[in-house]
C-alpha cells in the first residue's frame, strides 16, 4: 500500500475540517471503549492474564525459529503448502501464482490487515486480472469507495449510515430503486445478498489468520460475520496470509491470549466466530477447501528483534489502543497514511516503511499513555515512540526551526539552575499576559492556538511545589 | 504479464537465517530446543477463570444465559427421545420448513426421528437452497457460551453457516468448563497434535456492527442459531 504518512500533519488538518468523518467518530466512546470497560470488569482474572499473555509472547519471540520449524512441520504434515515470503513482493507474487495455478477468476477475501500492507488487491486485479471480493461487511464498504480501511477491526468506522446507503444507491443499480434502506439490517441485507453469490462462486478464499499454532500446525480466524468462513470453506483453494510474529506455542496458549483479545477489541466476551484451521479437505469430508495454503510474511519484522523495538511483536491487533486514543478519536485513521494507524501504527509504520516517511506518526501524541494502559499485550508503546522520536532527531532532517526549538530546551532542561531561574521570571510573566486565565493566540504557538486556547500559567512553577512537597509544607 | 518465480526454499533458509541471526543464536540452540520442544509436548496450565470452577448447574445456567444473550435459543430437553420434537416445534415457533440439512453423525441418525413424521431429513454438505443445518457439538463450552464443532463426514463444516438457521445437538456430558477441556478432549479423540480441518467455535448467529456501530444479527452466516441441549447421555 502507498504511504501518505508524510504529509500527516495536512491529513490531520483535513480530518479535523471533516464533518462526516467527526460524526462517525462520536460512536467510538459510546461503542468500543464502552464495551471494553464492560467485558473487563465481568473478568475479575483480566489483569492477571495480561502478564501470563505477555510472558507467553515474550517467550515464543525469543525462540521464534523453533515455533516456526515446529509450525512448518505440523502444517505440512496435515498437508498445507507452506510459503515463506520475506517481502510484500513475494507474497503478493506466491499469492498470485496460487490463483493462476486454481484459474482463479473471482477470488474472495476475509478480514486481513497483512493482505492490506502488501497490497494484494491491487495485484491480483493488475496484474493477473482477477476480481477480488471483500467479503467483511466493513471492508466491502471500503472496498466499494476505493478507500482502505481506517481502523484494524472496525474498517469503516469512519462512515455513517448515510453514506453507506448513498453507495449501494450508487452501485447496486440492478436493484429496486424505490427499495427502503433506512435500518442498518435492510443495508446488511442487501449486502449479504451480493456476497452470498461471490461465495458460492470464488475460486480462491483468502483469509488472515490472527494466530499460527506450532502445536498442530493450525491457523485461526477470529470473526463475527461469518464470512470468514463462508470465504474459506466453499473456495477449492484456501490460501492464508499471514505474519512471522502470529504464532503462540500451544492451544493453552492461544485460548489464554484469546481471553483477552475479544474483550479488549469489541467488548465481546468471546467473538462469535473462532475457526482453527489445519491442512486442507479429509479423505471422507464431502466439503471443506481441497487446497491449503499459508504464506508466511516478514517484511521487515524479523529487524525489529533484538533492538528497543521487539515488544511491538506482541501485538494482537486489537485496536484498544486507537479505540482509547485521543489523537485517533480526533482524526480517524487515514489521516495517518498507511495500514495501520492509531498507536500502534505510531510505532510500526516507521519500523515497516521507514522513520523518514513515518516520522510524523510518533509525534501525534500527547503521550498520555491510555494506549498502554489498556494494551492487552502490555506494549509500552509511549516509550516506543519517543525512541522513533530520538531517531528522527538523530536523521537530522528535522526543519531547522523545530531543530532549534527542541535544542533551546535541551539547553535549559540541562542546567537545572539556569531552568529554575528562567521558569521563575517566565511563568509570572506569562500568568501577567494572559487574559482571562488564557491565550487566544501566542507567539510560536500557533499549532495550538488555531485550535483552542492555551490555558495561562497560575501560579507557583512545577519545582517549586515539588520543592514544598518535598519539605513537607502543605497548603 | 509474468511475475518472477518465487524460490521458497531459498526464502525460507533466508528467513530462518536472519532469525537466527536476530536471535543470536549459536551454542544455546540445544538447550533451547529441548525447553521449546518439552513445552510443546507437554503445555503450560494457564491461570484460568474462576467462573469455570464452579458446579455442574451453575455451568450450565452461565452457559444458557451467554447464548441467550447472544439472541442464540437454548431448549433444554431430558433425553435423546425429545430432541425430534424439539426441533420441529422450533422450526414451526419461527414458521420455517420442516426439512433440516446434516451429516453422517450417528448419534443424529439414531435419534427417533420417526416420532416426527413431518420433519425432513437431507443428508450431506449444505446447498444454497437449504434452510437449517443440523450440526452435533463436540462439547459446549461455559465460560463464554460457546459450542465447539468439528468438520467431518459426520458435521460438514458448510452446515455452519451457509443455511440461514442452525440447530446444534449438545449432550450435557460434553458440557465442559474452561476451553482447556476441549483441547484435551481434542487430544484424546483426535491424537496429540492431530486436527480434523476446522475446529469451528460459535457463541451465536452471524452478527455485524460494521454499519454506524449499530449491531445486526445474521450478516453473512445463519440469522438463527438453536441450542439443543439434551440431559441424558446420547449414544
Known sequence: M?????????????????????????????????????????????????????????????????????????????????????????ARDIILKICRDANAK??????????????????????????????????????????????????????TQGQVEADFRRLHTHLPKDR???????????????????????????????????????????????????????AKTHVVITSIEKLVPTLEDLSTILRLLARSATGQECSTYMTLSTGGRRVNDHDGPPNYHVVILDNGRTDLIGTEFQDVLRCIRCGACMNHCPVYGAIGGHAYGWVYPGPIGSVLTPALIGVKEAGNLPNASTFCGKCADVCPMKIPLPDLMRHWREAEFDLGDLPRGYRTGLAGWAFFARRPRLYHLAAKVGI???????????????????????????????????????????????? | MSTRDHD????????????????????????????????????PNHPLPERVRRSR????????AFLEGQSASVLEVAGAGDVPAAIANWLRGHNLPLTVRMGDDAALAELPWSREPA?????????????????????????????????????????????????????DADLVGPYEEVWTRLRQRFGKGQMPRTVNFISGPSRTADIGGK?????????????????????
Open chain 1, 2 to 90: 502507498n504511504s501518505t504518512a508524510h504529509n500527516f500533519k495536512s491529513n490531520a488538518r483535513v480530518a479535523l475540517g471533516d464533518q462526516q468523518l467527526q460524526s462517525a467518530l462520536g460512536n467510538l466512546k459510546g461503542g468500543l471503549v464502552a464495551n471494553r470497560t464492560k467485558a473487563r470488569a465481568a473478568l475479575p482474572e483480566f489483569e492477571a492474564l495480561r502478564d501470563v499473555a505477555k510472558d507467553i509472547k515474550n517467550h515464543t519471540i525469543a525462540n521464534l525459529d523453533l515455533y516456526l520449524e515446529i509450525y512448518e512441520q505440523n502444517a505440512r504434515a496435515a498437508g498445507a503448502v507452506v510459503h515463506f515470503a520475506e517481502t510484500a513482493a513475494d
Open chain 1, 106 to 159: 473471482i477470488v474472495t477475501k476475509g478480514k486481513s490487515m497483512v493482505s492490506e500492507e502488501i497490497g494484494l488487491n491491487a495485484h491480483l486485479e493488475a496484474a493477473g486480472g482477477i476480481e477480488v471480493v471483500e467479503t467483511d461487511l466493513g471492508e466491502y464498504l471500503v472496498q466499494i469507495r476505493k478507500e482502505t480501511p481506517s481502523h484494524i477491526i472496525a474498517p469503516a468506522i469512519h462512515l
Open chain 1, 180 to 234: 427502503v434502506l433506512v435500518e442498518p439490517a435492510q443495508l446488511v441485507n442487501e449486502a449479504r445478498g451480493i456476497l452470498r453469490q461471490k461465495f458460492m462462486t470464488a475460486d480462491v478464499g483468502i483469509t488472515g489468520a490472527n494466530f499460527l499454532i506450532a502445536e498442530t500446525g493450525s491457523s485461526i480466524i477470529v470473526t463475527n460475520e461469518g464470512n470468514g468462513d463462508l470465504t474459506q470453506s466453499l
Open chain 1, 428 to 475: 509570572p510573566l506569562l500568568s501577567l499576559f494572559g487574559r482571562r486565565g488564557r491565550f487566544s493566540s501566542l507567539p510560536f504557538a500557533g499549532g495550538w492556538t488555531r485550535y483552542r486556547d492555551l490555558p495561562a500559567p497560575q501560579g507557583r512553577t512545577f519545582q517549586q511545589l515539588w520543592a514544598e512537597r518535598q519539605a513537607g509544607v502543605t497548603r
Open chain 2, 8 to 43: 521458497n526454499k531459498a526464502a525460507r533458509a533466508q528467513m530462518f537465517a536472519k532469525l537466527q541471526r536476530a536471535l543470536k543464536d549459536g551454542p544455546a540452540q540445544s538447550a533451547r530446543r529441548t525447553h521449546v520442544e518439552g513445552r510443546v509436548a507437554d503445555p
Open chain 2, 57 to 64: 448447574n451453575e455451568l450450565r445456567m452461565q452457559f444458557k
Open chain 2, 119 to 171: 420433519l425432513l431429513r437431507e443428508n450431506g454438505p449444505a446447498k444454497e437452497s437449504d434452510t437449517t443445518g443440523l450440526s452435533h457439538a463436540f462439547a459446549g463450552i461455559a465460560e463464554t457460551g460457546t459450542l465447539a464443532l468439528t468438520s467431518g463426514p459426520d458435521n460438514p463444516v458448510t452446515l455452519n453457516f451457509v443455511p440461514e438457521n442452525h440447530v446444534i445437538v449438545l449432550a
Open chain 2, 215 to 235: 449491531l445486526v444479527t445474521g450478516a453473512h452466516g445463519p440469522r438463527r442459531l438453536c441450542v439443543v441441549l439434551v440431559s441424558e447421555p446420547m449414544t
